[in-house]
């Protein structure tokens, strides 16, 4: 425990939540605790194929994109196909941007995620675009993440949120701002595979209230925490 405590520099804001629950941690390359499991890996592996379950994201890279025209330079630069990308994830892009996610909500207003092991190479490829057409800012201290995955992930949302999210009006690949129990939050629709999951972020002030609302809300649909054993299993990478 000494030892852990020493090398974790940055907690994230659900890390007492997760510790109440038994998870174990790990500390990644840039000082993140992680909660690594909370049972086994192959349990938590099979709760989320069964049903919902719910993973800390707040350790990656949050860029907040604004500016004049901000949806045509990130469709031309970023885009896997023309035409207009607002409420859309871009993933699969050339260069850095294959291990990066990129969500247009509005013509003028994004977010990037990313590890933070791409961070610099993604602002560098973005300064090298029309730079004068947006601004890029370090969210990541600002906004928590959680991602929502398994085949009750549909049905837990519809109890959060009033945004529709039957597939045929979000379906993968989908962003969207909504409140969920009045926290604005982005959603950013971005299966593994064949398995449904949802990414949200939100104002880290309000992360141990979301996630004792998801938690309730979930809990006749069997919601189960996963840790990041688990969601490399389930190709989360």
């Known amino acids: 425990m000494a030892s852990f405590q020493t090398s974790a520099r940055r907690l994230s804001p659900f890390h007492h939540k997760q510790a109440s629950l038994g998870a174990t941690f790990t500390v990644n390359q840039f000082g993140w605790a992680q909660a690594e499991q909370f049972t086994n890996s192959a349990n938590e592996k099979k709760a989320a194929e ?18 004049l025209g901000l949806s045509q330079v ?17 993933t699969g892009g050339r260069g850095v941007f294959k291990d990066a996610w990129c969500a247009i909500s509005g013509v003028d207003e994004g977010i990037i995620v990313c590890n933070e092991s791409l961070k610099e190479e993604v602002i560098k490829d973005l ?3 029309d ?25 837990l949302l519809r109890k959060l949120t009033e945004l529709n999210v039957n597939p045929e009006d979000f379906p993968n690949l989908s962003a ?32 141990e209230y979301f996630w004792d609302v998801i938690f309730t809300s979930g809990k006749e649909l069997g919601i189960a925490p ?5 969601m490399q ?3 989360f990478s």
């Open 127 to 129: 300064a090298a675009s």
């Open 176 to 207: 969207a701002h909504t409140p969920i129990r009045h926290v604005p939050t982005i959603i950013l629709r971005n299966d593994l595979g064949s398995m449904i999951a949802y990414q949200l972020y939100f104002e880290r002030a309000y992360a």
């Open 50 to 67: 069964l049903g919902v379950g719910i993973a800390d994201l707040s350790h990656l890279t949050k860029l907040s994109l604004n500016g």
């Open 74 to 90: 990130i469709s031309e630069r970023y885009g896997a196909s023309t035409g207009d990308v607002r409420g859309r994830v871009l």
């Open 131 to 155: 730079a004068s057409h947006f601004t890029t800012v370090d969210v990541s201290s600002v906004f928590a993440g959680c991602c929502l995955l398994g085949p009750s992930g549909r049905a």
């Open 233 to 235: 299993l389930l190709g």
């Open 226 to 230: 996963i840790g990041s054993s688990a």
